[in-house]
């Protein structure tokens, strides 16, 4: 203990004293923080219990891994895992890339009235609620009244019922999500770009590179360690893949690839009251999703030197 | 010399393809996304029949307002709108004063702990504890079937909190507050009649942020409503552009289910208006502000 940490430990103790009242006011912020997200982690261990409502989380019988081992032995586990890696996958596999190209894309516009026009309009989508895009996409896609049905019967063509076609399910989600929200997407990689020292560019010209050439070795490049970051988080939310919009986009005739695992788990826990199974089919879902973002950010890491933290 | 000029008179004829190409491509980008929505307010405005017979596409045919007539009769629909304006104005009030009671002592150097509680906030984002512990918690809490499960749950936003946290690190000079203190400003004063007054821009934008989410919420009050009178307009929406759907293909007389349905459609595009229309609206004044709180999120995520 020299003379240096005794004058830290001080400075830290009148540093506290001084600002006593930011403590007061942050208080609030640490009891939501505490009780909205790590008390709910807390009640994660009742997918290793019994659990009756009269007992409480704490005071429910311990099993084990029961659940679990139900949840594995399900018949239709290797359906519900299949569909919810392979809608995810399908997703960050088609839904990824595209913002990065659209923001190349609008990038060489240069900053004309076009420019404005294309971002303003493809932003909007993006504050259509989930809601009303699954009502857009039924309504759209209705054998009988749909524009899209409509449209084809006057080229000749069969009506389909798309939204009640088990293969098309995964398509539809993909491409909505890519219509709904590219353009938002693609902010993040403009200001990328615009950090781009514009004399890279102007030295590329002068040694005779077109655009193209330019896109490729000094755009990518330049904002590779944003895509990088991007990717990281896509791949670390890989089975929370959308609730919302496959339960609105559920119906019973396209179960079959529909259900995912958080939809289950709502039916499961919320619907039929089964909590303590519910909580571990969940549970298995999160560990999973955590595995990956630490692997992929493991991996970033290593090969790029970029990571998360 | 001439071998330069080649070359500059070529690439400048590839980039010129490159431009002509690459405004094709966003043109059609452009339409893919203007055209649904842009058939949707045109089929709103139109006689059923017409859209039936693949009439309505670019501009409106045979201009009604019926379905938006019938769309204010029905009162579950009023209902939505009243509760949700309540949920998104309540929840929005909370919503910025506690980012703000957050981000300000976090963004300060002098509070100790700060990294410690930013790691404690910042795992909330890649570990929670689910759907069905948060909703026991719900429960436990007494706050099922209340406005404040809807509203307190979703209280802060960790990425609106790194947001507000990095705006008062860098746009706030620290000689004010040190000038502040000096005049014997307290750090709660100085907050209110400095540091707020001076963040208004983002606090917008925060505002709104938070404001979407509140208006377009639907999972929240899936799980944690079950009174209809407390319904907002997401789960009204639900009901009536994707529940009828599924299940109302049987009726008994023929000719008023052609009528009902063809109604129903036309119902269904002014719905999809009217609940969209308020951020329709703000969007296009408001939109260099989102990006603007979007892009300050990214300088620190």
């Known amino acids: 203990m020299g003379v240096p940490s005794v004058l830290k430990l001080s400075s830290m103790r009148s540093d506290i004293r001084k600002n006593y009242d930011l403590y007061i006011l942050f208080a609030p912020v640490l009891l939501y923080y505490i009780i909205f997200h790590y008390v709910p982690m807390y009640g994660l261990q009742i997918a290793f219990k019994n659990f009756i409502p009269s007992q409480g989380?704490?005071?429910?019988?311990?099993?084990?891994?029961?659940?679990?081992?139900?949840?594995?032995?399900?018949?239709?586990?290797?359906?519900?895992?299949?569909?919810?890696?392979?809608?995810?996958?399908?997703?960050?596999?088609?839904?990824?890339?595209?913002?990065?190209i659209v923001?190349?894309?609008?990038?060489?516009?240069?900053?004309?009235?076009?420019?404005?026009?294309?971002?303003?309009?493809?932003?909007?989508?993006?504050?259509?609620?989930?809601?009303?895009?699954?009502?857009?996409?039924?309504?759209?896609?209705?054998?009988?009244?749909?524009?899209?049905?409509?449209?084809?019967?006057?080229?000749?063509?069969?009506?389909?019922?798309?939204?009640?076609?088990?293969?098309?399910f995964k398509t539809l989600y993909v491409l909505s999500?890519?219509?709904?929200?590219?353009?938002?997407?693609?902010?993040?990689?403009?200001a990328a770009l615009a950090g781009i020292d514009p004399q890279l560019h102007e030295s590329a010209v002068m040694d005779g590179a077109n655009k193209l050439r330019r896109i490729w070795h000094i755009n990518l490049p330049g904002i590779a360690p944003t895509i990088i970051i991007m990717l990281i988080l896509t791949v670390g939310r890989i089975m929370e893949v959308g609730f919302e919009k496959v339960l609105l986009m559920q119906n019973p005739l396209n179960q079959q690839t529909a259900e995912i695992i958080s939809t289950y788990v709502y039916k499961i826990g919320i619907l039929n009251a089964q909590y303590s199974f519910a909580t571990a089919i969940d549970l298995f879902n999160n560990v999973i999703n955590f595995t990956l973002l630490l692997t992929v950010n493991w991996i970033a890491k290593k090969y790029s030197e970029i990571s998360l933290w | 010399m001439n071998n330069t000029n080649a070359i500059r008179i070529k690439s400048s004829f590839g980039d010129r393809i490159f431009d002509y190409v690459n405004i094709l491509l966003l043109s059609i980008l452009l339409l893919i996304v203007v055209l649904p929505?842009?058939?949707?307010?045109?089929?709103?405005?139109?006689?059923?029949?017409?859209?039936?017979?693949?009439?309505?596409?670019?501009?409106p045919a045979g201009f009604t307002l019926e379905g938006y007539a019938r769309?204010?009769?029905?009162?579950?629909?009023?209902?939505?709108?009243?509760?949700?304006?309540?949920?998104t104005v309540v929840g929005t009030a909370i919503n910025l004063l506690m980012t703000i009671a957050g981000a300000y002592p976090l963004s300060r150097k002098d509070f100790r702990g700060g990294s410690l509680f930013m790691v404690l906030i910042t795992f909330t984002m890649f570990f929670s504890g689910g759907m069905i512990p948060s909703f026991l918690l719900v429960k436990d809490l007494g706050l099922y079937n209340s406005m404040w499960a809807i509203v307190l749950p979703p209280a802060v936003g960790v990425w609106n909190l790194i947001i507000a946290k990095t705006y008062f690190q860098y746009s706030i000079p620290n000689e004010l507050k040190e000038a502040a203190h000096i005049d014997g400003c307290n750090n709660i004063v100085f907050l209110l009649k400095i540091?707020?007054?001076?963040?208004?821009?983002?606090?917008?934008?925060?505002?709104?942020?938070?404001?979407?989410?509140?208006?377009?919420?639907?999972?929240?009050?899936?799980?944690?409503?079950?009174?209809?009178?407390?319904?907002?307009?997401?789960?009204?929406?639900?009901?009536?552009?994707?529940?009828?759907?599924?299940?109302?293909?049987?009726?008994?007389?023929?000719?008023?289910?052609?009528?009902?349905?063809?109604?129903?459609?036309?119902?269904?595009?002014?719905l999809i208006i009217v609940s969209s229309a308020p951020l329709l609206i703000v969007y296009p004044f408001l939109q260099r502000f989102f990006v603007k709180g979007m892009l300050i999120g990214a300088v620190k995520g």
């Open chain 2, 71 to 87: 769309v204010f009769v029905d009162p579950k629909v009023w209902q939505g709108y009243w509760n949700v304006a309540v949920y």
């Open chain 2, 195 to 270: 540091v707020i007054p001076l963040s208004l821009p983002i606090l917008a934008v925060l505002g709104l942020f938070y404001g979407v989410g509140h208006w377009n919420n639907f999972m929240r009050a899936l799980l944690y409503l079950s009174d209809e009178n407390k319904y907002p307009l997401q789960i009204v929406l639900r009901q009536i552009l994707l529940q009828n759907q599924i299940s109302g293909a049987s009726l008994d007389d023929i000719t008023s289910a052609v009528e009902r349905q063809k109604l129903s459609q036309l119902l269904r595009y002014s």
């Open chain 1, 177 to 190: 999500e890519v219509w709904q929200h590219t353009g938002w997407a693609s902010i993040i990689y403009l």
């Open chain 1, 103 to 168: 923001a190349f894309l609008i990038n060489e516009l240069g900053g004309n009235k076009f420019k404005k026009i294309v971002q303003t309009v493809t932003y909007a989508p993006h504050f259509i609620s989930v809601v009303v895009l699954v009502g857009m996409l039924y309504t759209f896609l209705s054998p009988s009244t749909g524009i899209v049905n409509i449209v084809a019967d006057r080229l000749g063509l069969e009506a389909i019922n798309y939204m009640a076609n088990p293969a098309l």
């Open chain 1, 57 to 100: 989380i704490t005071g429910s019988p311990w099993i084990g891994w029961d659940h679990f081992e139900r949840f594995f032995n399900l018949f239709n586990f290797r359906d519900l895992l299949k569909n919810t890696l392979g809608l995810s996958a399908y997703n960050i596999a088609v839904s990824f890339p595209i913002p990065v």
């Open chain 2, 37 to 59: 929505l842009l058939f949707i307010v045109n089929a709103s405005f139109s006689d059923p029949d017409e859209v039936l017979r693949g009439n309505v596409l670019l501009y």
